[in-house]
């Protein structure tokens, strides 16, 4: 597919090459957003995954968008209100941080919950 037909809005199916090209095996990584896309990309090579279009840059045949994954780990941010409830300080931010399942269900088998990751990869 050319960078030129690629919609914005749209879902792709992207098939990662089983061999990385160089320009992506070699490129330094200057953030931990960028360390972990390389390594989902070395993860998946010779997979499929689908992405969400949110911006195109025709000229540097780049596209920006997210991946729909599911996820068994979530984390809660607590309000104020909360903190205050569970008699913590207000000085600071918590969050809480753990796996969601059923009550009524025997551990080791947790929920599957959507993921959307933001992605900046070539065309």
């Given at each position: 597919?050319?960078?030129?037909?690629i919609?914005?809005?749209?879902?792709?199916?992207?098939?990662?090459?089983?061999?990385?090209?160089?320009?992506?095996?070699?490129?330094?990584?200057?953030?931990?957003?960028d360390?972990?896309?390389?390594?989902?990309?070395?993860?998946?090579?010779?997979?499929?995954?689908?992405?969400?279009?949110?911006?195109?840059?025709?000229?540097?045949?780049?596209?920006?968008?997210?991946?729909?994954?599911?996820?068994?780990?979530?984390?809660?941010?607590?309000?104020?209100?909360?903190?205050?409830?569970?008699?913590?300080?207000?000085?600071?931010?918590?969050?809480?941080?753990?796996?969601?399942?059923?009550?009524?269900?025997?551990?080791?088998?947790?929920?599957?919950?959507?993921?959307?990751?933001?992605?900046?990869?070539?065309?």
């Amino acid at each position: 597919m050319r960078v030129q037909d690629i919609q914005t809005g749209e879902t792709y199916q992207v098939k990662v090459p089983q061999r990385l090209p160089p320009a992506l095996r070699h490129r330094p990584v200057h953030t931990p957003s960028d360390f972990y896309a390389d390594m989902r990309l070395i993860r998946l090579r010779g997979g499929r995954f689908e992405l969400t279009v949110t911006a195109v840059d025709p000229d540097a045949a780049t596209v920006d968008g997210y991946e729909a994954t599911t996820i068994t780990c979530v984390s809660i941010q607590l309000t104020d209100d909360q903190a205050i409830l569970l008699g913590l300080p207000t000085e600071t931010t918590y969050e809480i941080i753990g796996f969601v399942s059923p009550a009524d269900q025997e551990h080791g088998e947790d929920n599957r919950l959507p993921r959307h990751r933001p992605l900046h990869r070539p065309a």
